[in-house]
């Protein structure tokens, strides 16, 4: 009897974890206006339509946090070691100047959005924003490989 219930736990424990790994963004996520350089308007859906049939590295960053930053070295090393994949990069900084002066000093080169909403929006609440740096994979079919990492690791690739 014990046995089963021991048993009856872990099955439970794993399927649990397994449904944190999130492979589609929810309808509200890929509705979220993001803000171009330009300060036009664009969806997630839109970036992922845009970029439909690549591979994407996508980080969530802020150009004032000191980890951001420092992610970025990394970042770069990455890009040059995986040239093939698109990088898309959503900024959280307080506004929208805060981080057009801010992306001053981001060397990685990409595509670059900032996302008013910050980790209150619907994408914030789906990524479960609660630090940054983020990182995320989303293979050709637009679907989430990786959810979640906080550093550029191997996982990535």
């Known amino acids: 009897m014990r046995g089963i219930i021991f048993f009856a736990v872990i099955v439970l424990i794993m399927t649990s974890c397994a449904s944190l790994k999130k492979k589609q ?5 890929l509705t979220e206006k993001l803000v171009t350089l330009d300060r036009d308007s664009i969806s997630l859906q839109g970036v992922l339509d845009k970029n439909r049939g690549k591979q994407l590295f ?4 802020a150009s004032y946090c000191p980890v951001s930053q420092d992610s970025f070295e990394d970042v770069l090393k990455f890009q040059k070691e995986n040239p093939e994949k698109e990088y898309i990069f959503l900024s959280v900084d307080h506004s929208y100047y805060d981080w057009k002066r801010g992306l001053e000093y981001v060397k990685p080169k990409g595509q670059f959005y900032y996302i008013p909403e910050k980790g209150d929006g619907a994408l914030g609440k789906f990524l479960k924003l609660k630090s940054i740096p983020r990182f995320l994979k989303i293979n050709k079919d637009g679907k989430i490989e990786v959810y979640k990492t906080s550093k550029v690791s191997e996982k990535l690739k």
Request: hydrophobic fraction near 55%.
């Open 58 to 61: 996508v980080q969530v960053f």
């Open 25 to 29: 963004f929810t309808n509200e996520a």
